[in-house]
């Protein structure tokens, strides 16, 4: 485990952390007026690789071969010009950290970062994080990359699960939740949707269907599975050419089709590496979920009467209403999508660039 000091003082401003993989959602604006809760869990920290944050460049002022340099295939709006290597915590777990008042402009309802980070060190007043609690923002602290430093906490180097341990223990991520507008009482202004991490984890897995169809029609399994990518795959790949068939691949399932094309594949949620076959075929290609939603694809847990717990007489049962369902079609985060397609390289394809700019129609004919 590790803690975060201020670079300039040596000051302690976080708890004992263990390190996680970055959410896929970390970067999310979900709807408008949305209540998200806390990205990260307590004890937990994420390093996002890429800069993020302010000063910006807009695509006129970059060379493409300088955004190639980056990853980045496609035109975008801006790039961040900011340090990499942001580590992201929850807000509960900061520590001897002040706002800085000045700092607080560019918000709707509340601090969204834009004018750079707007939390000091108590103890010596350098800027060190930038807290996000804005609406449609999932609610985090960023600490600042070039201001903090990690120092580790005891000698023990705890190793990440292995995929049999997080088979017998993991969580599956629901596929629909409820869903609060920015400052609503407990009871009002609250709906039940679609959960905002599986519209981000499929928008990015979106982005590596289309880059694995190779330009042909893509099949996935029926179900829920089916729910969620297949109305987007027809719509945007064209119809005819023989189908690429997508299935579910991962620990502890079964061996898969030898003649798979894709294999939808979790992602480690503390490393962050996607699971490989043990002899992966040659021409399969891997689309990575985050862990808790493949898990749920694979394992759906069924809305059954739970035993009681708390004061309860053991044996008691509850009888809550299964969640009910959205009343909407899912659609996959637009923002997600185009984050990861345009840092494919089979986005220089011709008829990819064109489902890039054709982005905004595809959004009003609810594919996203």
């Known amino acids: ?55 910006w460049r807009t695509w006129e002022e970059i060379d493409p071969d300088e955004a190639a340099a980056r990853g980045i295939y496609a035109p975008v709006h801006a790039l961040s010009d900011g340090a990499p290597g942001a580590i992201v915590i929850a807000p509960g777990d900061t520590r001897g950290t002040l706002l800085i008042p000045e700092k607080g402009g560019g918000y709707c309802c509340g601090l969204d970062g834009a004018d750079g980070p707007n939390m000091a060190c108590e103890a010596c007043g350098l800027p060190v994080a930038s807290r996000i609690d804005d609406c449609s923002l999932w609610q985090a602290v960023w600490l600042a990359p070039n201001a903090v430093r990690r120092r580790p906490v005891d000698d023990t180097d705890a190793a990440p699960l292995s995929w049999a341990e997080l088979m017998a223990g993991g969580k599956g991520t629901p596929p629909f939740e409820p869903i609060a507008t920015w400052g609503s009482r407990v009871g009002s202004n609250r709906w039940w949707s679609w959960s905002p991490q599986w519209e981000a984890a499929v928008g990015r897995a979106l982005a590596h269907l289309l880059a694995a169809s190779e ?48 294999l939808l594949v979790p992602d480690h949620p503390q490393t962050g590496e996607t699971w490989t076959p043990a002899n992966p075929a040659a021409s399969a290609y891997s689309v990575p979920l985050p862990f808790g939603v493949w898990l749920w694809l694979v394992l759906p847990e069924p809305y059954l009467t739970v035993p009681a717990s708390g004061g309860m007489p053991d044996g008691v049962l509850r009888d809550d209403l299964p969640a009910p369902r959205p009343r909407h079609r899912f659609r996959a985060d637009s923002g997600a999508f185009q984050h990861t397609l345009v840092r494919l390289p089979a986005v220089r394809s011709p008829w990819l660039r064109e489902i890039l700019e054709n982005l905004t129609q595809h959004m009003r004919a609810g594919h996203f």
């Open 1 to 55: 485990m590790f803690v975060f000091v201020c670079a300039g003082c040596g000051a302690r401003l976080t708890a004992p952390l263990s390190q996680v993989a970055l959410p896929v959602h970390a970067h999310q604006k979900y709807g408008n007026g949305i209540q998200l809760p806390v990205l990260m869990e307590s004890g937990t920290f994420a390093v996002d690789p890429e800069p993020w944050g302010p000063p």
């Open 215 to 262: 330009g042909r029609p893509v099949t996935v399994p029926g179900g829920l599975i089916e729910e969620v990518f297949q109305r987007a795959l027809d719509a945007l790949l064209p119809a005819g050419p023989p189908a690429r068939r997508a299935v579910l691949a991962g620990p502890g399932r079964p061996a898969h089709d030898a003649d798979a094309d894709i």
